[in-house]
């Protein structure tokens, strides 16, 4: 992949994404520490693998610019924990190289390397204190009661936490504590293994929520390794898919999930609804009618892709006729699985804010937006 195609700094977000997070920490909005230089940028060029003779990484190549975060996302044993790994300076890639800022650190050990990792049980030493934990990352002329303030200030705990233990925190207070001994170092890069998956949904959100603002304030380059598609996708700048050891695909979250390299891709990251389609002239033509595509595709038969919440449910006699075969209600949203009328396809269908379908009731089905075809 050429570098130009790794993930880009997109523009800043809206504030609205954010707003929760100021009720939530409103400390996470700035902090005491001044943002950091543009420096950080990251690029992994060819990078392979194998422990043994089982290879686990196929020249990957990706570029994260300075400042911003990129998930990578993939199935288990896909190898993004190797590619941390060799990031952090803990494995040496048997091919290609690790930049950061143009310079080649592939054989500088962890050490020398300006990064920090924070991992998703926190690795807080049990027998220091909160201050002792934090202070233990810094420099030996930092190590003062009021850079550890600074520091619990950022992660928004205030300084009477500095003599707690860290069995007297909560998961996401010693997730937090962990990224604020992280960052006591100016890290270039942070590294996020999981951090989030030991907390509960609730806390899961707001952590992640505050771990964003505070790596957005201090301008760190951020790689987040993650099993949560809705983490990934709402987290970070870009999101990289790796199966299998290779770099499926790497973009703005938007870009992936409308727009996936394959088939697999699209599964992986949300619900997929994949229908036989014939594709003419812009346009695929399936069992719930002709979809305007969003992707150039030859004439000929392929798989369509929608998603969910792309297929309105309608009065019968509207659109296409289907059977609710199963429903589910999640309070914000409920899904059902359709049979499509006459056909063997189902599809499963996402309605925001509406009451549940019934199991064996008749209901019509309409097609919004645009769909992806895939040769088949
Ligand atoms: N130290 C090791 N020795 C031998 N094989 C290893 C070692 N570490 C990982 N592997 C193998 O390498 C492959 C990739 O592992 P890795 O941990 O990088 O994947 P992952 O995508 O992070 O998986 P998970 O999501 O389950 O954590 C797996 O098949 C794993 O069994």
């Known amino acids: 992949m050429p570098r130009s195609s790794g993930p880009v700094r997109r523009a800043a977000r809206p504030l609205s994404r954010h707003t929760r997070v100021a009720d939530d920490f409103p400390h996470a909005q700035g902090g005491k520490v001044s943002p950091t230089s543009t420096a950080g940028a990251l690029h992994l060029q060819g990078v392979s693998h194998s422990y043994g003779n089982h290879q686990v990484l196929h020249d990957v190549t990706l570029t994260c610019p300075a400042g911003t975060s990129t998930a990578i996302v993939g199935p288990s044993g896909s190898g993004k924990t190797s590619l941390l790994r060799i990031v952090a300076g803990f494995l040496r890639p048997d091919a290609g190289t690790v930049e950061l ?21 926190g690795g807080l030493f049990p027998h220091l204190s909160v201050g002792g934990n934090i202070s233990f990352g810094l420099p030996r002329g930092q190590r003062t009661r009021r850079r550890v303030e600074e520091l619990l200030d950022l992660v928004s705990l205030t300084p009477d936490y500095a003599s707690r233990r860290p069995d007297q925190l909560s998961g996401g207070q010693q997730q937090r504590v962990a990224l604020a001994r992280a960052l006591g170092r100016s890290p270039q890069i942070i590294l996020l293994d999981e951090p989030f998956s030991a907390l509960d949904a609730g806390l899961r959100e707001r952590t992640r929520k505050a771990v964003q603002r505070v790596l957005r304030s201090t301008g760190t380059t951020a790689l987040l390794v993650t099993h949560d ?24 979250p938007e870009d992936i999930y409308s727009l996936p390299a394959d088939l697999g ?23 719930l009618g002709t979809v305007p595509l969003r992707n150039e595709a030859p004439t000929g038969f392929a798989s369509l892709l929608l998603r969910p919440e792309q297929i309105a449910v309608t009065a019968p006699g509207r659109g296409v006729l289907g059977l609710v075969l199963d429903a589910d209600y999640f309070g914000h949203d409920t899904t059902a699985l359709v049979r499509i009328h006459g056909r063997e396809e189902e599809v499963r269908v996402r309605q925001l804010n509406a009451e549940p379908l019934g199991v064996g009731e008749t209901i019509g089905l309409q097609v919004t937006g645009t769909g992806v075809a895939y040769p088949p």
Do not use: K, M, W
């Not at 800022?101 to 049980?121: E, F, K, N, Y």
């Not at 990289?240 to 770099?247: D, F, I, K, R, T």
């Open 265 to 287: 891709t699209a599964q992986f990251l949300g619900e997929a609804v994949v229908l036989e389609s014939y594709v003419s002239q812009g346009s695929a033509e399936c069992s």
């Open 101 to 121: 800022d143009d310079a080649d650190i592939t054989a500088r050990p962890a050490h020398r390397r300006s990064i920090g990792l924070v991992a998703q049980d």
């Open 229 to 252: 598609q809705d983490e990934a996708l709402s987290f970070a700048d870009s999101v990289a898919v790796l199966q299998e050891g290779s770099l499926r695909q790497a973009g703005a």
